[in-house]
């Protein structure tokens, strides 16, 4: 196995599915089932989900919401989305906590780094909500943040692609894929993956990020057992 311990970072738009807004019930039940069977294989899975599916902090301004009463809505979206992943993952016969950046009892309890690696080490599959509890920050610094926190091995960021490219693959259709990345050649060529943020906190932690297409079953399995699919950053 190439990994032990997982980050993956989930956008809330994946939930949706080919749905505008929501959770897609069967989207979530192929994620939850793929997660579970990481887990069986002795995988620890720690999980960071966005709320785009729900509600987009940037977007509200637009609508006359302040940046940080938004981003505060996006946070309780952030929440809405983990107890969906951790019901599910129930429901399918496993184990799920989620921890959140701030006080939400009783719908989950709050984190810490101490709580999140009992549960992981206990076989949990822990889904951390709320961001980073802050303003200003997008979830994908919270993936980065999380992923240091737990000692993961890597960062896994779902999207809809198989990779990093040179320029939007939905739009150019000679868009040219990269294998592999350093973080400096990711800053330098401005491939807007992650936030700057995000990308400084893992380059400093030495955590790779892995960008991959969540969306074609096996995937995660594929990257457990080390094949080459995506684009590592390192």
């Not at 906590?97 to 009992?118: C, G, H, Q, W």
Request: aromatic fraction near 6%.
């Amino acid at each position: 196995m190439e990994y032990k311990r997982i980050l993956l970072k989930l956008s809330g738009e994946a939930l949706a599915g080919k749905d505008k807004y929501g959770i897609n019930a069967e989207v979530l039940e192929e994620f939850c089932t793929e997660i579970l069977s990481l887990v069986k294989k002795g995988v620890q899975v720690g999980i960071v989900v966005g709320g785009g599916n729900i509600f987009r902090g940037i977007q509200g301004m637009k609508k006359g919401i302040s940046r940080t009463k938004g981003d505060s809505m996006g946070m309780l979206a952030t929440t809405i989305n983990a107890i969906a992943i951790e019901s599910m993952i129930q429901q399918l016969g496993g184990k799920a906590k989620v921890l959140t950046s701030t006080l939400m009892e009783p719908y989950a309890e709050r984190f810490s780094a101490d709580r999140a690696m009992k549960a992981l080490n206990d076989g949990y599959t822990v889904i951390f909500s709320g961001g980073t509890g802050n303003p200003f920050f997008t979830t994908d610094s919270a993936a980065a943040l999380r992923g240091v926190e737990i000692k993961a091995d890597i960062l896994l960021k779902g999207t809809r692609v198989d990779g990093i490219y040179d320029s939007d693959p939905e739009k150019n259709p000679n868009a040219k894929r990269f294998e592999n990345l350093t973080f400096k050649e990711t800053i330098e060529k401005n491939l807007k993956v992650m936030d700057l943020t995000a990308f400084a906190l893992c380059s400093e932690n030495n955590l790779p990020v892995m960008v991959f297409d969540m969306t074609k079953s096996g995937n995660l399995e594929k990257i457990i057992n080390g094949e080459k699919i995506g684009t590592l950053v390192k």
